[in-house]
């Protein structure tokens, strides 16, 4: 079975020690961080990352700020954005800008698992697509 490796990013220091815990225990690989900063470092150092479940309300860079930098940065990575403080505004902007999906705190841990499948789903197809399709330009070369 193919590990999924996701990262929380969340500035509430307990929730994410929580729910690093939480999530392993259900078999995946997480990595906990603190703020969006945090979350682009990561990513820039850990290609290995399928899913990020990101708060919306953070100081410093916001939520939505994290996830356009997420998706300019790392197209193929997937995000699901969480929030305590959901806006219909807040959701649209998340999804207009990428996000795979959009959750309230506190979530069931079930809906949040069923999502991150989906969206690591979601980046395995689109990585094969690519991988088809670089395959199917390096074939036409030797036609």
Request: glycine letters at 6%; one cysteine or more.
């Amino acid at each position: 079975m193919i590990t999924t490796h996701v990262m929380l990013v969340d500035d509430e220091e307990p929730f994410v020690e929580t729910m690093t815990k939480r999530l392993t225990k259900k078999g995946l690989n997480v990595a906990g961080v603190f703020s969006g900063h945090e979350a682009l470092d990561k990513l820039a150092s850990n290609r290995m990352i399928d899913v990020v479940v990101l708060d919306v309300k953070m100081p410093g860079m916001d939520g939505l700020e994290a996830l356009q930098e997420i998706k300019k940065r790392f197209p193929l990575v997937e995000v699901i954005m969480l929030t305590g403080h959901a806006t219909v505004e807040s959701a649209i902007e998340g999804m207009r800008l990428g996000a795979f999906d959009y959750l309230m705190k506190p979530c069931e841990m079930d809906q949040l698992l069923s999502k991150i499948g989906e969206a690591k789903d979601k980046k395995r197809l689109h990585e094969e697509k690519i991988r088809d399709a670089k395959i199917r330009e390096l074939s036409s070369q030797f036609d």
